[in-house]
Nanobody, 128 residues
């Protein structure tokens, strides 16, 4: 059984940075698709970024492209989301998710992927 635990959220002023972590317990294979989602109150859940472990391929939503970076540390079995130049509109609960897929093509668009595992979320609040 795979378990995901997010951490690193908090409050920051606009223009600041945060790094979210997603600690993975249990075995995940190289073909796993890992993702970060976020959901603000009253808004739909948004797929922020995906990472395909087999190839290292990444996807970013237009809203975060150039500001956020998704990465993993295999030795620590941890997924990261480095968030720079934060804006007030980045305020949301951020969730880590994972699922096994056959190809990168099945990972590239997070809203089209049915993720099997989810973390409990970590809150990010950006004040302007």
């Amino acid at each position: 059984q795979v378990q995901l635990v997010e951490s690193g959220g908090g409050s920051v002023q606009a223009g600041g940075s945060l790094r979210l972590s997603c600690a993975v317990s249990g075995y995940i294979y190289s073909n796993y698709c890992m993702a970060w989602f976020r959901q603000a109150p009253g808004k739909e859940r948004e797929g922020v970024a995906t990472f395909y472990r087999s190839t290292g391929s990444t996807y970013y939503a237009d809203s975060v492209k150039g500001r956020f970076t998704i990465s993993q540390d295999n030795a620590k079995n941890t997924l990261y989301l480095q968030m720079n130049s934060l804006k007030a509109e980045d305020t949301a609960m951020y969730y880590c998710a994972a699922v096994g897929v056959s190809t990168w093509g099945r990972c590239v668009v997070p809203t089209l992927v049915t993720f099997s595992y989810w973390g409990q979320g970590t809150q990010v609040t950006v004040s302007s």
